[in-house]
């Protein structure tokens, strides 16, 4: 099999919740030009998920649209009936949608936990618990992508509610690759940094001050991420390429995570050390 086959998804049908802008849309995008047929779930922003579809129909794919609050997690199983229903099957689930608030952890609202809790993780669950057990009544060796957060492995202020949820799906997406190894089913959990469409940009912060102190820590040329850097884990993880890939993340934060204390900046830059004849 040749490089190109192993990440065609051709006859694949994939679903991506929160599929209408940002994250959601460059994958469910990135999908379609890789051979997938592409269902996406979207909240309020009819307009947006429709222009997704016909982007997605533009390649020469099938596409479908449902709304659905993903906070209704009584609901879930239903909205993943008729989506199975309508598209046919389901190879590929991405739990891509999430929201977050800022505020600080005593000043959190009761109605502002359980809506992260339900978006973020109850979500993701329910979703994935239908999805599976369709899977496995087709024969199905189905990919199941969560989207998480480098949130999920260290902790910000103001985020103690985003914080958990990116915690326990990545140790929901290995309790369930365990459990539907069997099946042959993979569980995996893309975990990005800061990206330049994030839901972060909508905090009520002090934008330039924090942008500014940001991007020198991110050591990847102190910038964000875009989301079309996000996409390839994606394709990898549901071709065949990653088909023995299973209860495993990948991050992408630029690096955020590697440097423990800061302290490039108070370095000798390296041009210096070159002309002296030293190793960089």
């Not at 934008?207 to 990898?236: N, Q, S, T």
Request: proline share 3%; charged share 20%.
């Amino acid at each position: 099999m040749g490089a190109k086959e192993r990440f065609d998804l051709t006859g694949k049908t994939a679903l991506v919740t929160g599929g209408s802008r940002g994250i959601g849309k460059g994958i469910a995008v990135a999908l379609a030009e890789h051979g997938a047929d592409v269902a996406i779930v979207y909240h309020s922003a009819t307009p947006q998920a429709q222009q997704v579809a016909d982007a997605i129909k533009k390649l020469g794919r099938k596409a479908w649209i449902f709304q659905q609050d993903l906070a209704k997690t009584t609901e879930l199983h239903a909205l993943a009936d008729k989506v199975w229903a309508e598209a046919g099957k389901v190879d590929v689930l991405v739990n891509n949608a999430g929201i977050a608030y800022l505020e600080r952890f005593n000043q959190i609202p009761y109605e502002h936990w359980r809506h992260t809790m339900a978006v973020n993780l109850d979500a993701p669950f329910f979703l994935s618990q239908r999805f599976a057990e369709r899977m496995i009544a087709a024969g199905i060796r189905g990919r199941i992508i969560n989207l998480s957060s480098k949130n999920g492995f260290v902790a910000e202020a103001g985020l103690a509610h985003y914080n958990a949820t990116k915690g326990g799906l990545e140790l929901l997406t290995q309790s369930l690759a365990i459990e539907l190894g069997v099946h042959g089913i993979t569980v995996n959990t893309i975990a990005p940094g800061c990206i330049e469409t994030e839901i972060g940009g909508e905090f009520d912060i002090d934008v330039d001050k924090f942008l500014k102190y940001y991007y020198e820590h991110v050591p990847l040329e102190h910038r964000f991420g875009k989301v079309e850097e996000c996409v390839g884990a994606v394709i990898y993880l549901a071709s065949s390429a990653g088909s023995y890939t299973t209860g495993q993340h990948i991050i992408m934060d630029g690096g955020v995570l590697a440097e423990q204390v800061p302290r490039m900046q108070f370095m000798k830059p390296y041009s210096n050390t070159i002309k002296q004849g030293k190793q960089p």
